[in-house]
C-alpha cells in the first residue's frame, strides 16, 4: 500500500519561505512521476510542481520563479522549496505520486499573512 507524509507546513509572513517534504512507502523511482499540488478555500485543487521519474520538472507559472521541487531517492522524500511566499500561496499543499493511479497524502497547510 502506498503511503505519502507530507510536513513542514506553517504560519510565515509574505516574503518568508518554507520547505515542504513528503515521505513515500516504496521507491520513488517506481512512480511515473511525484508532484506537489494546492487547494485553497473554495477552490479546486491545482497544480504547483511535478518531477518525473527521469527528472524532468514542470511548475505553475504562479510559482515559477520561487518555487523548486527535489527529490532525495535514498531518503524516499520530494521536497518543495517555497521562497518569497506570498498571501496568494495560502492552501493545503497535497503530496501525489503518480503510476497507473494517483495516490495523495493527507495534506499540510500553509498560511501566508501579508
Known amino acids: 500500500q502506498v503511503q505519502l507524509v507530507e510536513s513542514g507546513g506553517g504560519l510565515v509572513q509574505a516574503g518568508g519561505s518554507l520547505r515542504l517534504s513528503c515521505v513515500v512507502s516504496?521507491?520513488?523511482?517506481?512512480?511515473?512521476?511525484m508532484g506537489w499540488y494546492r487547494q485553497a478555500p473554495g477552490k479546486q485543487r491545482e497544480l504547483v510542481a511535478t518531477?518525473?521519474?527521469?527528472?524532468?520538472?514542470n511548475y505553475a507559472e504562479s510559482v515559477k520563479g520561487r518555487f523548486t521541487i527535489s527529490r532525495e531517492h535514498a531518503k524516499k522524500t520530494v521536497y518543495l522549496q517555497m521562497n518569497n511566499l506570498k498571501p496568494e500561496d495560502t492552501a493545503v499543499y497535497y503530496c501525489?505520486?503518480?503510476?497507473?493511479?494517483?495516490?495523495w497524502g493527507q495534506g499540510t497547510q500553509v498560511t501566508v499573512s501579508s
Open positions: 501525489a505520486a503518480h503510476r497507473s493511479d494517483v495516490y
Open positions: 516504496g521507491s520513488i523511482f517506481s512512480f511515473n512521476a
Open positions: 518531477v518525473t521519474s527521469l527528472g524532468s520538472t
